[in-house]
């Protein structure tokens, strides 16, 4: 039978990478850096923003991959796997080292809309969560003013001017920022893991031309990270109907929005009656199976899994 046409939706066209005259760019002048930075933020702009791909689960990754490359700036070599380690290995009312409060804190900052940052970060004074989104509270004049870059780099620079020890919080709502420019809801990490040893003590323009440079170097990194996991999101939402475990439905959900889980992840206890320890494990070798999420440790305990 010859489907009727209101019946029948093509597939939507796969994710297009970034052209290889951006990723391949090697500009000489400022300018020429602006103008293939502006090129490649078009391009994520249109293609993080289409609806198959998993909000959610991007942000979370994008969000380990900042968090790492801040200690990479603070001088520390930390692999994804020691920061996700740091989180998952806590055992009930352990508080995190630096790495685990390193990464929880971008985690939350990405899992709140823009509008509720502040939750995330409840020692930063208002007044820098106000100039980060624009709304009149700024910490200077001229805040906000331009382009993308421009906010990241105007935010950053005053919040270090007036604290040089909140690199962190001052990276995170510089990229709150950003994200705000490109009329996103939440924080969506593009810049950061771009940015060099050193970048942090530029200032005015020589910042400004650094945080073009970072988001031209990052630029493809993350449009191949956007491709990934929504292939990854595609396989793992094919197999869902063959899933017959109790709860398996919010099993699926949440590996959609976060970039690991344990097993224990999938049973906390307002979810206890909906599968136990042990049917989670067994949910998380079946998706291996299956193709729909990997096993990211190696190990034969303390496993963590991720699409």
């Known amino acids: 039978?010859?489907?009727?046409?209101?019946?029948?939706?093509?597939?939507?066209?796969?994710?297009?990478?970034?052209?290889?005259?951006?990723?391949?760019?090697?500009?000489?002048?400022?300018?020429?850096?602006?103008?293939?930075?502006?090129?490649?933020?078009?391009?994520?702009?249109?293609?993080?923003?289409r609806p198959e791909v998993p909000q959610a689960l991007l942000r979370a990754r994008l969000a380990l991959g900042a968090a790492q490359a801040v200690l990479r700036l603070e001088g520390r070599r930390e692999v994804l796997a020691a920061l996700r380690d740091a989180v998952h290995l806590l055992g009930p009312g352990d508080q995190p080292d630096p790495l685990g409060a390193a990464w929880l804190l971008w985690r939350q900052a990405v899992a709140r809309p823009l509008a509720a940052i502040g939750v995330a970060l409840p020692e930063v004074p208002e007044r820098w969560i106000a100039a980060a989104l624009g709304l009149g509270l700024g910490l200077g004049p001229g805040l906000g003013q331009g382009g993308l870059t421009h906010r990241f780099a105007s935010v950053l620079q005053q919040i270090l001017d007036e604290d040089p020890r909140a690199e962190t919080p001052a990276l995170i709502l510089a990229e709150a920022s950003a994200s705000r420019a490109l009329g996103w809801d939440h924080l969506t990490p593009l810049i950061v893991a771009g940015l060099r040893p050193g970048d942090l003590r530029l200032r005015g323009a020589d910042l400004r031309r650094a945080c073009e440079a970072a988001l031209l170097r990052q630029a493809p990194e993350v449009m191949q990270l956007t491709i990934e996991v929504t292939r990854g999101a595609g396989r793992l939402r094919a197999v869902a109907p063959k899933l017959r475990a109790k709860g398996a439905g919010q099993a699926v959900a949440l590996f959609l929005s976060r970039d690991a889980l344990a097993p224990r992840d999938l049973a906390p206890h307002d979810l206890a009656a909906l599968m136990s320890d042990r049917a989670a494990r067994r949910l998380c070798e079946r998706l291996v199976e299956l193709g729909a999420v990997r096993e990211l440790t190696g190990r034969d305990s303390f496993r963590l899994y991720g699409v």
């Open 1 to 49: 039978m010859v489907p009727q046409p209101s019946s029948f939706s093509p597939p939507a066209p796969a994710l297009a990478p970034l052209p290889r005259w951006i990723s391949a760019a090697r500009p000489q002048t400022a300018e020429e850096t602006a103008f293939c930075a502006g090129a490649a933020l078009a391009h994520l702009h249109g293609e993080i923003a």
